[in-house]
């Protein structure tokens, strides 16, 4: 059985799907034929209901919840990794509501984040997320909200910090911060569905034993991205979650579209959300 698997360029998701999409594993007889995407396009794809499984900001799954479920291996979930807004002037946290910010995609957990702390925002406008700090920089944006790679590098480019949402989350609700997971199509059998996730456990499994094994996979997709700066990337995003969400992450993801609910700005979830 041939399956489309949509992931992100960023050095967590080809670390994790490498194994799975180039043969380094046993894939129980599915095949995989990638399709690699910015997480917003990701997004929008699910939207589309495209593709069979993919990687998907959590803050866009309730919309997409009708065709969607979540599986339990592949997640992009934990402490202190969650988006950073910065400035190129020192700006303090009680004066982000009048601000110009530059946000990554209206759907990415880092927007909705932005939302449920600071929900009276009125000046967002969406950018490739690598284009972020130059916007800041140039004054296009007072502000900008960075994900992946950039907040290793924002500061050698004289920004400035003004919240960490991801220490902002953790205070408020205790609970790591569920940034992205890996969806399934509801409509999939459920035997494929949990060849899938166990599948993609193993992919994960085999690149912590063997981080090297896939560096060339990663860093063609990084492009221009230092290695160490791809290093840091791995590591602050692909953990004991990325394996299995688990309890804790289960209730870290449940808690998160609660707290969306509670501000009004999700859906309520009318059907089962994890496929396993």
């Known amino acids: 059985m041939k399956l489309n698997i ?4 960023c050095p967590n998701d080809t670390f994790m799907f490498d194994a799975m999409v180039n043969g380094r594993i046993d894939t129980e007889g599915l095949q995989f034929d990638p399709v690699l995407a910015d997480i917003e396009n990701l997004n929008q794809y699910a939207l589309a ?6 990687k998907i900001s959590y803050a866009a799954y ?6 969607y479920q979540i599986l339990n291996s592949g997640s992009a979930l934990g402490y202190a990794n969650g988006p950073l807004l910065v400035s190129k002037h020192k700006i303090y946290p009680d004066e982000v509501n009048d601000l110009r910010v530059a946000i990554p995609g209206e759907n990415t957990t880092a927007n909705l984040l932005l939302s449920i702390a600071y929900p009276e925002i009125k000046q967002k406008k969406v950018y490739l997320f690598s284009d972020i700090e130059e916007v800041v920089l140039s004054g296009e944006a ?3 909200l960075l994900i992946h790679e950039n907040r290793f590098t924002y500061q050698d ?3 400035k910090l003004i919240i960490d949402l991801g220490t902002w989350w953790e205070k408020e609700t205790g609970l790591p911060i569920p940034l992205g997971g890996i969806m399934v199509k509801r409509t999939l ?3 494929t569905k949990e060849i899938v996730n166990r599948v993609l456990f193993n992919s994960v499994s085999f690149a912590m034993e063997h981080p090297s094994a896939g560096m060339d996979y990663i860093k063609h997709h990084a492009q221009s991205m230092k290695d160490d700066v791809v290093q840091k990337h791995i590591k602050l995003y692909v953990n004991d979650y990325s394996l299995n969400l688990g309890n804790k ?3 870290a993801i449940d808690g998160f579209f609660e707290r969306a609910l509670e501000h009004q700005k999700i859906k309520h979830l009318t059907q089962p959300i994890f496929a396993i």
């Open 142 to 144: 007072d502000a900008g």
């Open 189 to 191: 059998p459920q035997t």
């Open 249 to 251: 992450g289960r209730e």
């Open 157 to 159: 480019r004289g920004l």
């Open 49 to 54: 209901a495209e593709l069979d499984v993919l």
């Open 6 to 9: 949509g992931f992100s360029t």
């Open 62 to 67: 309730p919309g997409v919840s009708e065709h």
